[in-house]
Each structure stands twice: as structure tokens, then as C-alpha cells.
């Protein structure tokens, strides 16, 4: 069996950033395993710019973004495969892969990194009553098919979310010609940034309808009309608010799910929150040498935290192989507990050893929250305590943990994050 | 000029094609969609009941036990799935224990082999998941699962290989039988003359019925909702759970499908609309509600789709196949609802037989009865698929990466014959598409497929036939190809 | 006096500013909640720009539609005129990152440029 350092699963954002970031720390035995005909991922389809702030200092779009990092796997000569997917990955991580030249094969890793993304939620897990008619596309779907494919689903077009997907697909549509009649939100919030809201649906005359789904879809064979309506607290419909909408084209941005079939049936343990693996201050799994970064881990809204995670997890991956890849699965950890309205963190277990002298730990807020504190106890005191004039569930928050700070806390048992109103 | 035509290509109407294509004689089987199994035999439970709801003596009940038991047989010849995975009907009321004796007596009159009466602890030994208000329930070994696309699909390619033609997308407008003693048959697809009509038309059989008959027929549209939910809780149930049956049906039931999803429903709501295969809200919410009273914690969050389908209910609820008296040659094979599918089988071969002997019929010598499935990648082990690889890459491909299914399997469906021509029928005959994602990520990658094997324009692609285009146009303006 | 209603893109505060303007010279912002309201208003009532990012046909390659932008902001109000020229353009493979497909796009003085790599076949 063939045998390879770093196997990466997954040749978009993170799993570039990771085997460059693995590269670079000085492993020459790295293989990206990529499903697609080439490198990038969803950012291919992602051709609106506003991505790389963080990391470039400059606005690019997303295949550009995709590029920075595609030329150094080129330039560092990186070994991919693609159209290649992975079948299976076992607990003594064998990775199983299959495509059409080299047959389904077998390679034996010291580590692996998950880096696989994330899926739409389709229309049946929204539980959306109607027809089932052509014309229902998730945005990715969509955006696939218009800015990869060249193919315009429909004319006149109704959206269900607010997230950054469905406000991009807004705006896609109405430059190729189409009529965005109506944008509706569940939430009384947009998952958006304010960005999106304004340049892809106020630019155009678009309507937002916050605290709004849709009930009923028309059409036998195409969608011919939708009925949205407002929903209560509850977000259950309220009678007497439908508002019917002709048109031919449901687009849904009803939330991204981490797509982690692989990592479930080789054992890693998965946070029912994040529907991402648990780690630790690695990026690392309940299964040694396994390690996982990006939207596989968590759903991410920027790309430049995709990539810096990723750069971790195959910094990580480097160090587990260069120290005689170690089982510290048993070793002495600190819990890190998100309560009161954070719902997690990444990670959420530091082993104060292994932890570099500057930890990122990032998390999401439950609901929006305003001039509210981010607040961080070790066991019951308090160690830090900043306000933020708005956080928001779709914005990414973080801290960052010092080693020494950890170390000064002797014999710290538990971490704590919250969100406190004063 | 056919000897039979056959209208409809649902599961009855399969199911005959395939009986009367033993025989040496023309036949054609006249559907409105584009595919087979498009009406009620592609939307309702997936279950082979085992026979103890009918009525005794009934003409339902009699094939229902015929054609679970024909069932074993049938799928092994056609290379399609089916597990007996045993079906309970379980009692939350103690006062209605005495229901489960009455569906007991009931089955064995039947014919039903191997029924039980379970107690409290049998059954939730059984079946841990039970709701703890379980009192009691009857077990049923016999009960099983399949796939109705696959069954209905398989008997259809058997029946096309043995001779009988299929013409999709020929809606039947109107039939008269002409002074040469034939039915002169209008569609839109131009007129179709046969010495013998089959009427298995599903809901619609009633259209098709009193165009020829003064003794109107009235079949119902008796809507069901169901939801299917990920195969990661596919095994939360290992039987099929049924509530005790009221007048309107079998209740809400909560089972694994034979490819390992679970499903839960139906309702059961009587519409008077036959194109009325629409959810609704508060059709789903009875679903879960319903379903909850049998099962506990139903892991309803897991739920990947919902969809409805119409039974074709009667009145009088029982099949009607016989020979209509003001208009011989005319079989009606009308208000299949369930247990049709169960049925079917058994309804093909009645058929068969009438057919047989109004029109004479001889065996022919070469009928071919045995058909060979889709090469199926799943669980193969690493030999096997370079093997398959070997002989063709396209199985190296996975083009739906939830149901794990390969180009090799999407070209074998399109070209086998009455192969997929839209996404609905590669899904069907494969289960690309089927699974968590609902074909958001296989659906450009299978157009691709249909666009290069049909040379079908991407605008001519469909989901289902019909209207059901996928994209409308390119951008750009361009014309398309 | 006129006045002019925006959402600040700054921040997810998303402050409901309102600019008075007089000769199209903006007077006062209020609603802002720090600096980065006032600035985006300014600009945004006297002179909004955007950067537009679309696909233009593309023959010879191994695909039949490649992405581009604008290669800086061009005025808001000659969006669709920018889309115009990009719906009407056919070039032709390879393309390469950053290669000018359109020059002065729709009078504006600004390319539309390629922002992925396009091989030919």
C-alpha cells in the first residue's frame, strides 16, 4: 500500500491552505485528494469580490482568491489528485479513493487533514409544503449552473435567506437579466453581511422580508408561484400574511451543514452544534493524527479565517508527524465550555503542552446582541471581559488565549465563554 | 394494430405488460409521462403488506397474500431489492387490544403466515423505539420492503425486452370502438388501434373507464404526505410500525425503506384533484405528529425530503379487475390503492390470464423472464471495483457523492432500455440524487451526463418530462445549440 | 435642503444614517455611531461606485464562460450599461488572471478583466 505523510481530503479553500502551510513547515509528503476537475473548491463559483482583506490586504474575488493558493501548490510542487473521491477513511487512517485512472486505491497516512466543506440544506430538510416542480435550486446550485455552466435557471426569481449566498445569487441574477421579486428571511435578522444587503438587494430595488418563509409552492412541472408569509416568534406562519409571487425560480440560502460522512464512519467524535468534529487546540479529532479545518469543521463567513485555520491544522499535522505522531489523546486537557449565549467554540479542549504561545479560539453568538461583553472565566474568575458594540449569529467572533496566561492559572480545569450584558 | 394496449405504465400496468409479453402477441403500453412508475406507484410506503388489513374474501386481500408470496421469486428474476424485514401493528390503548385479535383472525383467514400477537415486552424487545405507550402489537414475519421505482421499472424493461412497446408522453383523449370491432384509441401522439384495452390508469382510470362504459365509475384522490428522513437513522426502526387501521387506511407508519432511508406517513385526505400531489403544511405536521404516537423521539430534524401521492380509492375500497359488461375487451384495472403494490404481482398475473384466455393466447418458446440490473458499486470491495474500473473508468466516477453512485451507473441506466432521459429517471433507476443532499451537488454533473449520452441541449433537459426544465436558458443571449 | 436615506455597510450595525445635502454638497450625517458611517455617507450620496463581477463568453477553452470584473469601481449608475458591454463580449481561450478583456468598459475608462484561468483545448 501506498503510504503518504499528510493525506488532505478536499481541494478548496482549506485544504490548499493546509498543504501549503504543511509545505512550508518542511513536510514533502503531502497528497490532496479533490472530487472536482480542478483546485479551489466553491470559491470557482464564488466570482464576486470581497474575499482576502485579511490575508492579501486587497479585495479579490473568489477564483483569484483560489489562485493565490492553487500557484503555490504548483510552485511548491504539492502532489494532487482530481476527480477523486474519497470513499472511506479508517480509524488507522487508510484512506480509501477512487477515480477513473488510477482505479479505487488504498493510502496509508500519518495524518490526515478533513477538509472536505460543507452542503446546502436542501428544500426537504425546510420542510417547505407545495409541489415538487423544476425551478427549486439551493443558491450554490444556482450559482453553479450561471457562473460556472453559463445556464440561467429562470427569469423571475424568489429567494428564501438572507444568508451571503442568497444576497450574491440576488445580485448574479438581476445583472444576467432576471427579476429578484422578493428575498424573505425566517429570522427577524439577516444572516448577511450589511455589505451584501445594501450593494446586492438596495442597489436593486430588491425587498428584504425579514420574519418571513415561504408556505406553498406552485407548479406542476415548473414553478409557476410561491407564497411567502410572516412567522410569528415561534417563526411558525401567520394566517392572513401570505403574499403569493409569480414567478419561475425558488432559490434557498437556508444554511450550509458540514459535510462529514467520512469523518462519522472513521469514529471522530462530532459536536451536535457545530455538526463539525470536536478538536482541540491542534485542530485535531478524538483520532490521533486527524486533524480538521474549515467549513468541515465549522461554517465559516470569511475565507481569510478558512485559510488561517487551515494553515494551522497543517502546521499541527507537521508537528504531530515530526514528534513521532503521539497518541495525547489521553493527556491532561482544559475544557473550554461556550454557555449563555456563545454556542461553541473551535476548539473546545487546549492541552496547555501542546498549545502554541498565542491561541485563536473562535465562536458564535445565539442571537444578536448589542454593546453586549465577551467574557472568558478560568474556572470562576473572571480573565477577560470585552465589549462589542454589536455581535451578530452570522459574524464569527474570537479570542485569543496566551499560553502564559494558562500556565500563571495553575492547575486550570476549565474555560469558560460567555456573552454578559454588563 | 396491437392485440393489447395497456394504459398506463405505473405498477399495474408493468405488471401486466410483463405477464401478457409471455404470450405470442402485440402489445403497447400508452403512458402520459415520460418514464414508468410517474402516479401513485412512485409515491406511497414501499411496503409488501403481508395480507391482514383486507377484507376477508375480498379480491384485495386474496392478491395481496398472492403477491407478497410471488414477491421472493419475482425480485431474484429481476435483480431488484427486497427484505421481509416483518411489519408490527402496534395498540397504544388498552381498551383496543382486543383489535389486534380481530386483525389476527382476520389474517390467517387470509392466508397470512406466521402472525403473533406480541405483549408489551415482546414488542419493545423488538423494537426498543417503541413509544412506552405501546400495550401490545401483531407481528407480521411476512411483512417486507421494496423499491416501487425499481419493481415498477424492472418489470416494465422485462416486459419491453420480451416485445411490448411503450410509448411515453401519449396521453389517451378519447376511445370508441370502431365498426371493425376494434378500440380506435385518440391520443396526442396520433391514434392507436387494439383488439384489447387494459385500463391501469391509476386515479385517472376513471376517465379512461367512462370513456367507453354508460356505468360511470368515481375514483378519489386520497392524498398522502409522507416525509423520508437520512439513512444515518434509518435503522431506528428495523420493522415496519403501523397504528391500528382506521376507515380512512393503514395509518401513519414508521419503517425502513429497503435502501436503508426511514420514511414516515402517510395522511390520508381525500382531494377530489388529480394532479394534487402537493404537501402541505398541515399535512406534515400530522405526519409527525401521528407518527410520534407509536414511536419515540422520531429523530425528525434527519428529515432529507417530503413528497405526496394519490391512492386511487373507491367507494366501495376493493380492487375492481374484470371484463367491463358494457364494453368487452375492456379491462378494468381500477382502484389499486393499497395494497397495490403488494398486489401487483398477483394483479399481473390475473390479468395475464384473462388476457390469455379471451384472446386465445400461446406461450411463446424464448420469453426471457429473468433481467439483470443496474451494476450496483455500492459495498463492492477494492478488487471488484478495479475490475468494473478496468472494464469501464466510468465507474471510477462518483457522480452523487450521498448515495455514492457512479457514472458507469448513470450511463447503464440511460442506455438499458426505456432507459432515463431526465433527472427524475436517472435518480430513480439509480438513487442519484436520492440522498442527504437531494441532488444539489449531482444535479450539473448528471446534465452534463444526459447532455453527452442524448445529445440533449441543456435547455431541453428535464427533471421529470413534461414542462420540467432545469434551466430555461444560457446567458449571455446565446443561442443555445 | 434634500436629505438621503443609507444603511452603513461599515459594520453588522448596519446604522440608519441620513445625509443633508444642498447643491449636492453633503451639509451633516447623522445616525452614524463612529466615524466610518460619516465617511461611507460622504461618498456614498456624492459619488457611489462599485466594482461589477460577472462572466463573459469565452470560446476555445475548457469552459464556455469565463469571470471577470471591473479592474476598479465604476460609477453605480452605469451598472447595467458595464453589463451590457460583458454580455455582448465573446473572446477567445486561453485567458489568464488578470488579462484586460474589455478596455473602457461602457465609457467609463475602466477593463473588465479576467479573474480565473481559462485553458484551451
Known amino acids: 500500500m501506498k503510504t503518504v505523510d499528510i493525506v488532505i481530503v478536499g481541494g478548496g479553500p482549506a485544504g490548499l491552505a493546509a498543504a501549503v502551510a504543511a509545505k512550508k513547515a518542511g513536510n514533502d509528503s503531502i497528497l490532496i485528494l479533490e472530487r472536482d476537475h480542478e483546485l479551489g473548491g466553491i470559491l470557482n463559483q464564488c466570482i464576486h469580490n470581497g474575499f482576502g482583506l485579511h490575508t492579501f490586504k486587497e479585495e479579490l474575488t473568489g477564483p483569484e482568491y483560489a489562485y493565490r493558493f492553487i500557484k503555490q501548490v504548483y510552485d511548491l510542487g504539492i502532489e494532487y489528485k482530481l476527480n477523486t473521491m474519497v470513499m472511506d477513511i479508517s480509524k488507522d487512517k487508510i484512506v480509501t479513493a477512487m477515480n477513473r485512472e488510477d482505479g479505487m486505491f488504498q493510502i496509508s497516512a500519518k495524518a490526515v487533514i478533513l477538509a472536505m466543506g460543507c452542503r446546502e440544506r436542501p428544500r426537504g430538510a425546510l420542510n417547505i409544503p407545495g409541489y415538487r416542480p423544476a425551478g427549486i435550486f439551493s443558491a450554490g446550485t444556482a450559482q453553479r449552473l450561471v457562473n460556472i455552466e453559463g445556464y440561467m435557471p429562470g427569469r423571475e426569481v424568489v429567494i428564501l435567506g438572507s444568508g451571503d449566498i442568497g444576497l450574491i445569487m440576488a445580485r448574479r441574477m438581476t445583472l444576467e437579466g432576471a427579476k429578484v421579486k422578493v428575498v424573505a428571511e425566517l429570522m427577524p435578522y439577516s444572516g448577511g453581511l450589511k455589505r451584501n444587503i445594501v450593494q446586492c438587494l438596495d442597489d436593486y430595488g430588491i425587498p428584504l422580508k425579514l420574519s418571513h418563509t415561504v408556505v406553498d409552492i406552485e407548479g406542476k412541472d415548473h414553478v409557476t408561484a410561491v407564497t411567502i408569509a410572516e412567522v410569528g416568534p415561534d417563526r411558525k406562519p401567520i394566517k392572513g400574511t401570505e403574499e403569493r409571487y409569480t414567478c419561475d425560480t425558488l432559490l434557498l440560502s437556508c444554511g450550509l451543514i458540514p459535510e462529514n460522512e467520512l469523518s462519522r464512519s472513521a469514529g471522530v467524535t462530532m459536536s451536535p452544534v457545530t455538526s463539525g468534529p470536536v478538536v482541540n487546540e491542534s485542530l485535531e479529532t478524538n483520532i490521533p493524527g486527524v486533524f480538521a479545518c474549515g467549513n468541515v469543521l465549522h461554517v465559516h463567513d470569511l475565507v481569510d479565517y478558512v485559510s488561517e485555520e487551515a494553515g494551522r491544522a497543517g502546521q499541527n499535522a507537521v508537528k504531530y508527524i515530526n514528534d513521532g505522531c503521539k497518541d495525547e489523546s489521553s493527556a491532561e486537557t482544559i475544557e473550554i465550555t461556550a454557555t449563555e449565549g456563545a454556542r461553541y467554540t473551535v476548539p473546545s479542549s487546549i492541552n496547555p503542552e501542546r498549545m502554541d504561545d498565542l491561541l485563536t479560539v473562535r465562536f458564535r453568538v445565539g442571537d444578536i446582541y448589542k454593546n453586549s461583553f465577551v467574557s472568558v472565566y478560568f474556572d470562576d474568575e473572571r480573565i477577560m471581559h470585552n465589549q462589542k458594540r454589536i455581535m451578530a449569529p452570522g459574524e464569527m467572533e474570537q479570542i485569543i488565549l496566551r499560553k502564559s496566561q494558562i500556565q500563571e492559572h495553575g492547575g486550570l480545569k476549565k474555560i469558560t465563554v460567555k456573552i454578559e450584558n454588563e | 394494430m396491437f392485440d393489447v394496449l395497456i394504459i398506463g405504465a405505473g405498477v399495474s400496468g408493468s405488471a401486466i405488460a410483463r405477464e401478457v409479453s409471455r404470450y405470442k402477441l402485440t402489445a403497447c403500453v400508452l403512458e402520459k409521462c415520460e418514464d414508468v412508475c410517474e402516479g401513485t406507484s412512485k409515491a406511497n410506503s414501499a411496503i409488501v403488506h403481508a395480507g391482514f388489513d383486507a377484507e376477508e374474501g375480498s379480491l384485495m386481500a386474496k392478491l395481496n397474500v398472492e403477491g407478497n408470496e410471488m414477491m421472493d421469486r419475482l425480485t431474484k428474476d429481476l435483480d431488484i431489492p427486497f427484505k421481509r424485514n416483518g411489519s408490527m401493528v402496534v395498540c397504544v390503548h388498552k381498551e383496543e387490544l ?66 411490448v412497446e411503450f410509448r411515453f408522453n401519449t396521453e389517451v383523449e378519447d376511445i370508441k370502438k370502431g365498426e371493425d370491432g376494434l378500440f380506435h384509441v385518440r391520443t396526442n401522439n396520433g391514434e392507436y388501434v387494439s383488439r384489447l384495452i387494459v385500463n391501469a390508469a391509476g386515479v385517472h382510470a376513471d376517465e379512461i373507464h367512462n370513456m367507453v362504459s354508460s356505468d360511470k365509475m368515481h375514483i378519489i384522490e386520497r392524498r398522502g404526505d409522507y416525509c423520508l428522513l437520512d439513512k444515518q437513522v434509518g435503522d431506528f426502526v428495523s420493522h415496519t410500525i403501523f397504528p391500528q387501521p382506521t376507515k380512512y387506511g393503514k395509518g401513519v407508519l414508521v419503517t425502513p425503506t429497503v435502501h436503508g432511508n426511514l420514511l414516515v406517513g402517510p395522511t390520508a385526505i381525500d382531494i377530489e384533484n388529480k394532479e394534487g400531489n402537493n404537501t402541505t403544511q398541515a399535512g406534515l405536521d400530522e405526519v409527525i405528529l401521528k407518527a410520534g404516537e407509536n414511536v419515540k423521539n422520531l429523530p425528525m430534524r434527519n428529515v432529507i425530503t417530503s413528497f405526496a401521492g394519490l391512492r386511487a380509492h373507491l367507494e366501495r375500497h376493493e380492487f375492481i379487475i374484470e371484463e367491463v359488461k358494457d364494453a368487452p375487451m375492456f379491462i378494468d384495472v381500477a382502484g389499486i390503492e393499497s395494497p397495490g403494490l403488494s398486489a401487483s404481482p398477483a394483479i399481473g398475473k390475473m390479468v395475464g390470464d384473462m388476457i390469455k384466455d379471451m384472446l386465445s393466447l400461446e406461450e411463446k418458446e424464448n420469453w426471457q423472464g429473468t433481467r439483470k440490473g443496474i451494476t450496483r458499486t455500492e459495498g463492492l470491495s477494492v478488487e471488484e471495483m478495479n475490475e468494473l474500473i478496468k472494464k469501464n473508468p466510468a465507474y471510477g466516477t462518483i457522480v452523487c457523492r450521498c448515495e455514492s453512485i457512479t457514472e458507469g451507473e448513470i450511463l447503464d441506466a440511460i442506455h438499458r432500455p426505456l432507459g432515463a432521459r431526465s433527472l427524475d429517471g436517472v435518480k430513480r433507476r439509480t438513487r442519484a440524487g436520492m440522498g442527504r443532499c437531494q441532488a444539489g451537488f449531482c444535479s450539473p454533473r448528471t446534465m452534463e451526463i444526459i447532455n453527452r449520452e442524448l445529445g440533449l441541449p441543456y435547455e431541453k433537459i428535464t427533471k421529470s418530462g413534461g414542462k420540467s426544465y432545469i434551466v430555461l436558458e444560457r446567458t449571455k443571449g446565446e443561442a443555445s445549440l | 435642503m434634500e436629505k438621503r436615506e443609507l444603511t452603513c455597510i461599515g459594520c453588522p450595525m448596519g446604522c440608519q444614517l441620513t445625509v443633508s445635502m444642498e447643491n449636492g454638497e453633503v451639509l451633516e450625517v447623522f445616525g452614524n455611531t463612529c466615524p466610518k458611517g460619516d465617511i461611507y455617507a460622504r461618498k456614498e450620496v456624492v459619488n457611489p461606485t462599485r466594482i461589477v463581477t460577472s462572466t463573459i463568453r469565452i470560446t476555445g477553452g475548457d469552459k464556455e464562460r469565463v469571470s471577470v470584473k471591473t479592474a476598479s469601481d465604476i460609477p453605480k449608475d452605469k451598472i447595467f450599461e458595464v453589463m451590457k458591454d460583458i454580455d455582448s463580449a465573446v473572446v477567445s481561450a486561453p485567458a489568464h488572471i488578470g488579462d484586460v478583456l474589455i478596455k473602457d468598459v461602457a465609457g467609463t475608462g475602466v477593463s473588465v478583466i479576467a479573474t480565473r484561468e481559462i485553458a484551451s483545448v
Open chain 2, 98 to 163: 382486543d383489535g389486534l385479535k380481530v386483525l389476527y383472525d382476520r389474517g390467517v383467514k387470509n392466508g397470512v403466515k406466521g402472525l403473533k400477537i406480541l405483549t408489551k415486552e415482546e414488542a419493545h424487545e423488538m423494537e426498543p423505539n417503541l413509544s412506552d405507550n405501546v400495550e401490545g402489537a401483531l407481528f407480521a414475519p411476512t411483512g417486507g420492503i421494496i423499491c416501487p421505482f425499481e419493481l415498477t421499472i424492472a418489470m416494465a424493461e422485462n416486459a419491453n425486452v420480451n416485445g
